[in-house]
């Protein structure tokens, strides 16, 4: 997926997107201004008209020409407008099309990111980065389809006009639109830093009080309302006088356009009384010359207002662009295949890893045959969820290499990778839909019935039936509304459904209460089967059906065996199952 990273360029890659409409909206919209130098010609043939018609005593043959000009003028409005509204339907397709765009394409490269973006970054303020892009690029493309490309092509008519008229005069007014529009463009560009400013300040505040929302339950408990309200509204205010800042700037330039409008309409007047005298231009044409500066002064004046504004939104696109589209750390190799049924074969063979610059793994050696299950343990810290990070390829080794089935897992897509792993974390994070929907993500093409027969399986279709409306019974974001118990079941019947090779259990009932723990370990017995099973275990007793239990210390196997062999030794394991059983609980 390659999304450019410049606006500009970006917003060529969206309108491609829609070339149709984007043509036949600018076809419009060029025919519109063309009827409206039309119209002022008009304007000023029927001036004319009714100049002689009063200096001849209105004989019938001008009074017929006059009539002939005040019929085709209402006409041609009309026409003009009819024009426009094809712009506008046109354009509409163009912009909505255009959002769409914007919109999936952003999520799109966002879900793709390896986890470790996410870690760093707040949800909320992703999100609404890609909300701002959307709606700067709806911004930029109705400004330059309404605004600056009618601007444009009505200057050329106007100078083609006037030039007509007065040379003198066409070029004084050609000489000063190239002066207000630079001098435009100079000031906004000087502008443009305290725009991304405004920018990254909103989506930060944003990304704050979706942090603390996310986290409502820990502050209702800590009674900690007034510090995030204080906390949160330091980002607020430091929005809100970036945004004034940014303003008072924008008020400036519109101070500086409004004199320089000023002194336009001055001299465009002057001249063209100056040139009534010397070349004895008609009346008429001091009429059009003169409605001619009040519109392009009128319309002059609102585009440079919606110059400042055309900043701001081509900053937040280039904030947005800026923060999500950024080179993936982990993707697939060109030559990546996908990896069919596997037997469940995994190999560390030394595996080197760090983490920033820590070393976590150097020269780490692991084999899990077919159908074997091993238990992984340790203190905190000593690289067992890395294990399990690895082999989904949420990182990257940095040396060595991880085998599936004899096939280096960074010589296979992902996607097919992962379809071969069920993963059961400690904390399950369920989407806000219903309790069916939840189960089925383990296999989106599962039935209802599989669906009903996985929760059976999970130990969840009991509770799942006591909620008032059973399966389609929405979870809360997160999961929320059910215990952490639950969850895990709900866990435990998505792995099920996806009924791949390999299970990854990470301490999946670390935090259960004794009640949970023994229905979720009967589920997970039998999800086992005859897969092979990578288990991380915080609670030893869930290790003692392994086959093999690896004792990890600083990213080392410093024991091996299985649980009663272990106990023998009375080393490491020994120890940790110890302070366990008497209660201390690392």
């Known amino acids: 997926m390659n999304i450019p990273q410049k606006p500009v360029s970006f917003m060529w890659f969206v309108a491609k997107r829609s070339r149709k409409w984007a043509i036949f909206a600018f076809i419009a919209v060029t025919f519109a201004q063309l009827l409206e130098g039309a119209f002022l010609l008009v304007l000023r043939e029927l001036t004319d008209s009714a100049t002689m018609a009063v ?14 000009w005040a019929l085709i003028l209402p006409l041609l409005y009309l026409l003009i407008e009819n024009v426009w509204r094809i712009s506008g339907l046109s354009g509409m397709r163009l912009i909505t099309e255009g959002e769409k765009t914007v919109s999936s394409e952003l999520f799109r490269y966002l879900v793709y990111h390896s986890r470790s973006y996410f870690n760093s970054k707040f949800a909320g303020a992703l999100v609404n980065k890609i ?32 030039f007509s008229i007065n040379k003198m005069l066409s070029l004084m007014f050609v000489v000063w639109i190239i002066v207000f529009l630079s001098f435009n463009f100079y000031l906004v560009r000087k502008k443009q830093p305290l725009s991304f400013a405004v920018a990254k300040a909103g989506s930060e505040s944003k990304g704050k009080m979706v942090d603390t929302v996310s986290n409502i339950a820990t502050v209702h408990a800590i009674a900690s309302h007034r ?19 940014s303003w008072m700037a924008s008020e400036l330039i519109l101070f500086i356009n409004g004199v320089l409008l000023s002194i336009f309409v001055f001299g465009m007047v002057a001249g063209t009384i100056l040139a009534m005298k010397i070349f004895q231009t008609t009346l008429g044409s001091l009429v059009l010359i003169i409605s001619m500066t009040v ?68 020269k780490f050696s692991l084999e899990v045959k077919a159908g074997e299950k091993v238990g992984i343990v340790g203190v905190s810290g000593a690289g067992k969820t890395t294990l399990t990070d690895l082999l989904l390829r949420n990182h990257d080794v940095n040396g060595g290499a991880i085998t599936m089935d004899g096939h280096d897992v960074r010589d296979v897509t992902r996607e097919s990778l992962r379809k071969q792993i069920a993963f059961v974390p400690q904390d399950v994070s369920l989407f806000h839909r219903t309790v069916l929907d939840n189960i089925r993500y383990g296999n989106l093409k599962a039935s209802d019935s599989q669906v009903v027969d996985a929760s059976k399986k999970a130990q969840a279709h009991e509770f799942i039936k006591s909620f008032p409306e059973e399966y389609e019974t929405y979870v809360g974001e997160r999961g929320v509304r059910l215990s952490g118990g639950q969850r895990q079941r709900i866990a435990i019947a998505r792995a099920f459904l996806k009924s791949s090779p390999v299970l990854v259990l990470d301490e999946a009932t670390s935090a259960l209460d004794s009640e949970s723990e023994v229905l979720v370990q009967a589920a997970l017995a039998r999800l086992m089967g005859n897969k092979s099973v990578i288990a991380i275990a915080h609670r030893l007793s869930t290790l003692r059906i392994m086959d093999r239990i690896v004792v990890l210390d600083k990213g080392k196997i410093v024991e091996e065996g299985t649980h009663d062999s272990l106990l023998k030794k009375k080393g490491v394991y020994a120890k940790l199952w110890n302070h366990q059983v008497k209660g201390f609980i690392e």
């Open 55 to 68: 200096a001849h005593g209105f004989q019938e043959n001008l009074l017929n020409v006059l009539w002939f």
């Open 131 to 162: 909300g701002n892009a959307t709606r700067g690029v709806h911004n930029m493309f109705a400004n330059t389809l309404w605004q600056f490309y009618p601007l444009f092509i009505g200057l050329i008519i106007d100078v083609v006009i006037v």
């Open 227 to 245: 510090y995030e309200l204080k906390f949160v509204g330091g980002f607020i205010e430091k929005y809100r006088k970036k945004h004034l800042e």
């Open 295 to 362: 519109n392009l002064t009128q319309s002059l004046f609102f585009i440079g207002h919606k110059m400042t504004d055309a900043m701001d939104d081509y900053s937040q696109i280039e904030e947005g662009l800026s923060e999500l589209v950024i080179p993936y750390a982990i993707t697939d190799k060109s030559s990546a295949k996908k990896l069919s049924k596997s037997k469940g074969h995994i190999v560390f063979k030394d595996v080197s890893f760090k983490f920033g610059k820590t070393v976590l793994f150097s």
